[in-house]
């Protein structure tokens, strides 16, 4: 017992000096003026004079080489699209260490649990697979969320479309029309439109504002959405037929995303059953004759066996996943 308590606390200590050096990182980055901060989620203030971007140089330049670094690689950034992408009400700091959080856990259970019984050698092997593991799952919640609510602003561009459509004809202008938006369209596409409201009341132009609306949820269609509307502002035209025209073809492509997704229902509901299938039929062997599926998880090199064989169905899993996901 002694001989375990000593390691472990040592492991715990080690875990929170690295996040204690993590929240000072944090805290090292200089924290910005609220007001500039919703300016800038609305899309004000990204053109700032020359001595701005001066000084904003010299405040980059006095920071840590750590922190320089990061920004060098471009983490956050596209760490902070994505938050945005998904609406995780979490900044980027908050993200990064549930992340490091849970690689820690999984780097202490298998320092501490899988790995006294796997050797010295296999210890540390299987320790860091799981912390990379436990780490990646936030980053896999935030993808997955970001494409649903990718997939579900997209299903609902198409009534959007046919609501700005009436509004236009019947004298309104786009920026009243996007205003009622706000309370005929449920979330999230109407959240959406009630930051571009914020935004325009905070003096954003319609095209700016609606750019930054197509940066935040990332959707190809809305895209062609915000480039006909800019392209009307500035060649002028009939907005109404446009957007109408765009409207029948968001919805001809959601038709055929919906289809494409019946055809390939039986592919996707087969990966789901070659995936889960192994893991049942061992729970029920495990639990009918314990002795047997028990060999498996004895101490030494044979437990790499169940640990390559989960390994295995998630990338067979992933690439079934990567065949069925047809683009058009």
Do not use: C, H
């Amino acid at each position: 017992m002694n001989g375990i308590s000593g390691p472990l606390l040592f492991g715990f200590l080690v875990g929170l000096a690295v996040l204690v050096g993590f929240i000072a990182l944090w805290r090292i980055i200089e924290r910005r003026d609220p007001t500039e901060d919703r300016l800038r989620r609305y899309g004000k203030g990204r053109e700032a004079p020359a001595a701005d971007e001066r000084e904003d140089r010299r405040r980059r330049q006095s920071r840590p080489w750590m922190v320089r670094l990061l920004a060098g690689f471009g983490i956050g950034p596209r760490l902070a699209r994505a938050l945005t992408r998904a609406d995780v009400p979490l900044t980027v700091p908050e993200f990064l260490l549930i992340m490091f959080g849970a690689g820690l856990v999984g780097l202490l259970i298998g320092l501490f649990r899988v790995g006294p019984a796997l050797g010295p050698v296999v210890g540390p092997i299987a320790g860091l697979a799981l912390a990379v593991v436990l780490g990646a799952l936030p980053w896999l919640y935030l993808q997955m969320k970001q494409a649903r609510r990718r997939r579900v602003i997209t299903e609902q561009l198409p009534d959007v479309l046919t609501l700005l459509v009436g509004a236009l004809r019947s004298g309104q202008g786009l920026s009243q029309a996007m205003r009622m938006l706000v309370d005929e369209v449920p979330p999230p596409a109407g959240d959406e439109f009630a930051r571009v409201n914020r935004a325009m009341e905070l003096g954003l132009s319609v095209q700016d504002a609606l750019w930054d609306m197509a940066e935040r949820v990332g959707s190809d269609d809305l895209d062609l959405v915000v480039t006909a509307i800019t392209v009307q502002y500035q060649m002028g035209g009939n907005l109404a037929e446009t957007l109408e025209t765009i409207s029948e073809t968001v919805r001809d492509r959601i038709n055929m995303l919906r289809e494409i997704r019946v055809l390939t229902a039986q592919q996707r509901y087969t990966g789901y059953v070659l995936a889960l299938l192994p893991l049942i039929t061992g729970v029920l062997i495990f639990i009918v004759n314990p002795e047997y599926m028990g060999r498996l998880f004895e101490p030494g090199w044979v437990r790499i066996l169940p640990a390559g064989a989960v390994l295995m169905q998630i990338v067979g899993y992933l690439i079934m996943r990567r065949i069925v996901d047809i683009e058009v």
